[in-house]
């Protein structure tokens, strides 16, 4: 039995989005790979039996920080010591990059994987579903259409929300970032950014109100209805979703591996995915 954990080679995608999507990783996995792929800090590993694709996971680098996602392993192929292989070499491969800190969101499979390899619980994240979504308009004073002229503020946001620099996604949408700004007093207090590797928003925000006036916006806007995943950590929102009757849908574990970025959890109100928050 020869085992390979490498860069996936282009003619591998495929099967490795074929392999994750197995796993239960979600139908859009495929999708969620695109940022890594294109991205110059970003990867796709693989993970290869005897010249068969048995596991895949993705790396995406922000500097001092960096991110594993859509790590998985063919159900034939495990308890064999492959997910760990991988999340070593996706931890080798960020501190490459240069990142300090490895983060990333466990599910219950992978958590006692991730625990092995030195990785600590950073609390929990939960995804919504808007499951009675209001009609017409909503009354929310401020909120606007996001122009490029917020861009470094809307970064900015992040930053101060996050604790990483993720300009290299904001970057990777390009000049149209399709989203909305709360403004108060003639400044951006938050933001809400669509991206085309998730689920749903990427909601950042200075306080309470802000956050969840944006929330409320998103609700109203026509389409499928508002998915939102966000921190346990931002108790306030979470009140806001209930109340909303949002469902829970999913969860995972932030776990990280070395120093704790800057991380406000209560001004995080809504993630890119369960990849890179
Ligand atoms: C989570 C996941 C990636 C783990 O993959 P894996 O290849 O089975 O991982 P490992 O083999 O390294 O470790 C799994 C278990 O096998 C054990 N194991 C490793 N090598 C072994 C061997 N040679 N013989 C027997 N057991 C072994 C490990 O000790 C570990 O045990 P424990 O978790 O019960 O303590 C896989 O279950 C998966 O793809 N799940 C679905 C998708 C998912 O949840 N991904 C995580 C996203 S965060």
């Not at 070593?88 to 466990?106: D, I, N, P, Y």
């Not at 009354?139 to 606007?144: A, H, I, L, P, Q």
């Amino acid at each position: 039995m020869t085992l390979e954990i490498r860069p996936a080679r282009a003619d591998e995608i495929d099967a490795t989005v074929d392999v994750l999507r197995a796993t239960g990783l979600g139908a859009n996995v495929g999708r969620l790979l695109r940022f890594p792929i294109d991205s110059p800090t970003g990867d796709v590993l693989v993970a290869v039996l005897d010249g068969v694709v048995v596991g895949g996971a993705a790396v995406a680098g922000f500097g001092a920080t960096g991110w594993i996602g859509a790590l998985g392993v063919a159900s034939r192929a495990r308890r064999r010591g492959i997910g760990t292989a991988l999340t070593e070499g996706c931890v080798a491969r960020l501190h490459e990059l240069g990142a300090k800190t490895v983060l990333l969101f466990a599910t219950t499979a992978g958590r006692p994987v991730y625990s092995r390899v030195g990785f600590q619980t950073d609390g929990i994240v939960h995804a919504w579903r808007d499951v009675a979504p209001p009609r017409g308009r909503s009354g929310s004073d401020g909120v606007r259409a996001l122009e490029p002229r917020d861009h470094p503020r809307v970064l900015a946001l992040d930053q101060e929300a996050t604790g990483e620099d993720r300009g290299s996604v904001f970057s990777a949408m390009g000049g149209a970032v399709p989203g909305l700004v709360v403004e108060r007093a003639g400044r951006v207090a938050g933001s809400a950014v669509r991206s085309p590797w998730g689920l749903g928003p990427s909601v950042v925000a200075t306080d309470r109100e802000a956050g969840v006036a944006l929330l409320s916006v998103l609700r109203r806007v026509p389409g499928a209805p508002l998915t939102v995943s966000l921190p346990d950590g931002n108790a306030d929102a979470v009140r806001a979703l209930r109340a909303w009757g949002f469902q829970s849908i999913n969860q995972a574990t932030r776990m990280r591996l070395g120093p704790e970025p800057r991380f406000v959890p209560t001004r995080v109100f809504g993630m890119f995915n369960l990849f890179w928050g």
